[in-house]
């Protein structure tokens, strides 16, 4: 799954949500069971994550895979 | 059960990132493993061939230089693999509906592959073996280069036999998948 923007390489969709939600890197780690490190690599476009991954991070940001992770051709 | 929880909780949530670098870890770590493994116990095996066929030792147990402990431990890793690939069911062989000539043609170049990485392994650990022992003055690499075709003929006959064997088992696996998967 396409997780990054084309231009930056980052995800700047996932960046946005979880600072509208309020939330930290090390917070939305805690909620999804994953590390901080990965998150930020995720937002960062560093690393490709799994869709049970995906749907955890979606779920607590309350954001659908289209809003965060779905890149048009 | 409650205890292997406990551990987990203790150990914090189990990153996937972390799980896979992990797991890339342990799959380069087997591979020299294995391969050094592999190669520790053919060298070993030619060095005491060169011992024997130069008079260097008196002892009836020449032959046995390597480790049994060793060649057991090094045979059981790799029947658990061939139990774990054949349980696959064969991935990167999408053929199997194919005629069987593809499947035969598929088992020789294997068999090819595998002959000749044999015999230059061969030729090489002897050619080892041999400057080690006697030297470089009294070596004869053309011993080594006729062992190694020997050799190699020898090991690709039989890596043919067990991929034909490894290819039929798959294709009853494979089909053994489909049937349980079929929702019909």
Known sequence: MAATSAATGKNLRMKVARVEAGLSQAELAAIVGATRQTVGLIEAGGYNPTLKLCLSICHALGKTLDDLFWEEG | ?184
């Open chain 2, 1 to 184: 059960m409650r205890f292997t929880k406990s551990l987990r909780a203790f150990g914090g949530p189990v990153d996937e990132r972390v799980r896979a670098e992990t797991d890339r870890i342990y799959k380069v770590g087997f591979w020299i493993l294995a391969v050094g493994l592999m190669v520790y116990q053919y060298y070993g095996y030619w060095k005491s061939q060169v011992e024997w066929v130069y008079g260097l030792v008196d002892s009836a147990h020449a032959h046995e230089y390597v480790d049994p402990f060793v060649r057991v431990l090094f045979f059981a890793a790799f029947l658990v693999i061939a139990f774990l690939l054949y349980r696959r069911g064969l991935t990167g062989i999408d053929d199997f509906d194919g005629p069987s000539e593809s499947s035969t043609g598929a088992c020789l170049n294997g068999a090819a592959l595998a002959g000749l990485a044999v015999g230059v392994l061969t030729a090489a650990v002897r050619f080892v073996a041999q400057c080690q022992l006697l030297g470089f003055d009294r070596m004869r690499p053309l011993d080594d280069a006729v062992i190694g075709v020997f050799m190699g003929l020898q090991a690709g006959f039989l890596v043919f036999l067990v991929l034909l064997a490894y290819h039929h088992l798959a294709k009853r696996r494979l089909a053994k998948l489909e049937k349980d998967l079929d929702d019909d």
